[in-house]
């Protein structure tokens, strides 16, 4: 396997990954139904390569194989979206595509072989150590919009709060009833109880 068979594996790879989440969770019915799909065209795939003899078998029966682990990777991801399934959605992939091009580099032999094996290795490596690097950043994104959605609003209170205590200090210069209805309206106004 060359270097551009590698690169367009993880570039294709990547691409998928960042397609997003899925949409909201599946029903029980269409969840079960896209499973049982799922294993007919692994079924129907693997039947397929009965025809092939040898390493060409072995290949067939491999992409076969990946092309179910993705497609049930994707369905959980689909049924629970979250940057963990997107993440193990990356690794199906990245396995796949590391046990179809080890069964292709069984055709090779020496250092050929070696080297193919290598540059597999290299491939899915590189593609789960992205993945893990995209989700870790998911993560760390959702904390920081945490924190800043905390810290806006107790920003939003300390205002708030400052604006009621400017008000209040200004109701100070009536008497009276004068005086208590100007402290119900700045309480009315910035949220006082």
């Not at 129907?44 to 067939?60: E, I, L, M, P």
């Not at 109701?171 to 910035?190: H, L, Y």
Request: hydrophobic residues 40%; charged residues 30%; positive net charge.
């Amino acid at each position: 396997m060359n270097n551009f068979r590698i690169t367009a594996i993880t570039a294709a790879i990547a691409c998928a990954f960042s397609a997003g989440a899925m949409a909201n969770s599946m029903s029980k019915e269409d969840y079960q139904s896209s499973k049982a799909g799922i294993a007919a065209a692994y079924t129907s795939a693997r039947a397929g390569c009965n025809s092939f003899s040898a390493n060409a078998k072995d290949v067939c029966v491999a992409e076969a194989k990946g092309k179910e682990n993705v497609a049930m990777a994707e369905l959980e991801a689909k049924n629970t979206p979250s940057a963990d399934a997107s993440y193990k959605v990356s690794v199906a992939r990245a396995d796949a595509a590391y046990s179809v091009a080890k069964q292709k580099c069984d055709d090779k032999s020496g250092n050929v072989k070696d080297v193919c094996l290598k540059e597999a290795d290299a491939a899915a490596v590189a593609t789960k150590a992205d993945a893990k690097a995209r989700m870790k950043t998911s993560d760390a994104n959702q904390v920081a919009k945490d924190k800043t959605t905390a810290a806006r609003g107790d920003a939003a209170t300390n205002k708030r709060d400052a604006d009621y205590a400017v008000a209040r200090e200004k109701c100070d210069v009536f008497a009276a009833d004068a005086k208590d209805t100007c402290i119900k309206e700045a309480k009315a106004r910035f949220g006082q109880t």
